[in-house]
């Protein structure tokens, strides 16, 4: 797929960086979103999607592959329905636990759920379905967000909100997170039905403001280094300063409407910038950063 891409500007990036999500960093994450006491019920579910995981990607590697239609629609299937199995634990643990779930739970919970949000606008872009009759790119584009500002986003701020507990930043940021992520497409949705970008471009700006916390939380974690070796603190520095770069973008991109500051950053540019700094920089970097952390201290 990657060499199908003319330039990072092309609509074709949005689908590698889909596929990227797939195939590299979904296995990667699905470690990260365990409990580390996971009951029965949901750790069986949870082996499920392990094993399915690679053979609905690939799938969905046909999919991006073929033109839109009822046959790429068909590929797309099993990703849509591993999606929909994550969000079927997510809930689970979340009504188990409830409110008594600590923030960095709730936040993994959160982050299992909007993932078939993400699945669910994947099948829809590679059948070619226009939902309220947002643009492809605007599908397509959506299918990503949720599998970056859907999933990992969240899973990362409850690490960080778990690892700096004893600070309020962390905390706030959690939680703009988990609500910013779903205000955001309902302010999308909302100024596709004509009702205004005000509530878009301030969901917006809110999301970007607690992404942009995250990413200092991040760097913070890996100055303070608290043992942890070189590397490790290497990849969360990257992928804070990588986040924080993108969520600038993100806000200035929410507030076209009424100021633009940068006429060019349109659509092309913010999946250049915005969409590569999140797949690479903060997804790819902070997936290995927090798997590592995870693994030296079990080892401990």
């Not at 409990?35 to 690939?58: G, M, N, V």
């Not at 509530?199 to 939380?217: D, K, P, R, T, Y």
Request: with cysteine; proline share 5%; hydrophobic share 60%.
């Amino acid at each position: 797929m990657a060499a199908r891409v003319p330039r990072l500007t092309d609509g074709a990036w949005t689908h590698a960086l889909l596929l990227f999500a797939a195939l590299v960093l979904v296995p990667l994450a699905l470690e990260l979103l365990r409990d580390t006491e996971e009951a029965a019920a949901s750790a069986r579910w949870f082996a499920w999607i392990e094993r399915l995981q690679l053979p609905a990607a690939l799938a969905l590697l046909v999919a991006c592959w073929l033109p839109p239609g009822a046959l790429a629609a068909a590929a797309t299937l099993p990703w849509a329905g591993l999606t929909a199995g994550m969000a079927v634990i997510g809930l689970w643990r979340a009504q188990q636990g409830g409110l008594r779930r600590d923030l960095d739970g709730l936040c993994r919970d959160a982050a299992l759920i909007f993932a078939v949000i993400g699945g669910a606008w994947t099948l829809a872009d590679r059948y070619g379905y226009r939902p309220l009759g947002f643009e492809p790119t605007i599908v397509a584009l959506t299918a990503v967000h949720f599998h970056f500002a859907g999933l990992l986003l969240p899973l990362f701020a409850g690490l960080v909100q778990r690892e700096l507990f004893f600070w309020r930043l962390a905390s706030r940021a959690a939680v703009g997170v988990v609500l910013g992520t779903p205000a955001l497409a309902v302010g999308i949705v909302m100024t596709q039905l004509g009702a205004g970008p005000s509530f878009e471009a301030a969901a917006g700006c809110g999301l970007a403001l607690a992404g942009m916390a995250v990413g200092v939380l991040h760097v913070r974690i890996a100055t303070d280094g608290k043992g942890q070796p070189l590397p490790t603190r290497a990849l969360l520095a990257v992928a804070g300063v990588s986040l924080f770069i993108a969520m600038v973008f993100a806000a200035l991109y929410a507030m076209r409407a009424f100021v633009a500051p940068f006429p060019w950053l349109g659509i092309p540019q913010m999946r250049m910038l915005h969409g590569t700094l999140n797949a690479i920089g903060f997804g790819f970097c902070g997936v290995l950063a927090w798997r590592r952390m995870a693994r030296e201290r079990g080892a401990k």
